[in-house]
């Protein structure tokens, strides 16, 4: 039997407000937070902590998930790509280059396609957009 979670898309205006909305649904018993960083979500997917701990199926439906979509696009994606740039000698800064480059030649992933793609490498997680 599946569990089910709710993501609210319209709280996510920014990378900070995913990280919030995911410790309010996944981490609100536990008493330390995930950081804003895409293994953080990873690793909790994997389940073994937080409200996914022992679920081997999991619904989580993302409302307003356009919302979301808007929020994590080109302009989210930019700012953290630069942020990551800005300190030199910590990043691969070529890699961050070429996605920068890709993401401004409009075929590049936003952080909102990463986040998709996260979730879709759980099979045990079902993603469902509401």
């Known amino acids: 039997?599946?569990?089910?979670?709710?993501?609210?898309?319209?709280?996510?205006l920014d990378i900070p407000s995913l990280y919030g909305e995911l410790n309010r649904v996944f981490m609100a018993d536990e008493d330390w937070a995930l950081g804003n960083s895409?293994?953080?979500l990873d690793d909790l997917l994997?389940?073994?902590y937080g409200a996914l701990q022992g679920h081997k199926a999991v619904t989580v439906v993302w409302q307003d998930?356009?919302?979301?979509?808007?929020?994590?696009?080109?302009a989210a994606t930019t700012a953290w790509l630069q942020h990551?740039?800005?300190?030199?000698?910590?990043?691969?800064?070529?890699?961050?280059?070429a996605q920068l480059l890709a993401l401004q030649q409009g075929h590049g992933q936003t952080y909102f396609d990463i986040v998709l793609d996260i979730f879709a490498s759980h099979p045990q997680i079902h993603l469902q957009p509401a």
Do not use: C, W
Request: hydrophobic content about 40%; cysteine-free; charged content about 15%.
């Open 46 to 48: 994997y389940g073994g």
């Open 1 to 12: 039997m599946s569990i089910e979670f709710t993501l609210h898309g319209s709280v996510i």
């Open 84 to 97: 990551k740039l800005d300190q030199p000698g910590r990043f691969n800064s070529a890699s961050l280059q």
């Open 38 to 40: 895409l293994d953080a």
């Open 65 to 74: 998930m356009e919302t979301s979509r808007a929020a994590l696009g080109v």
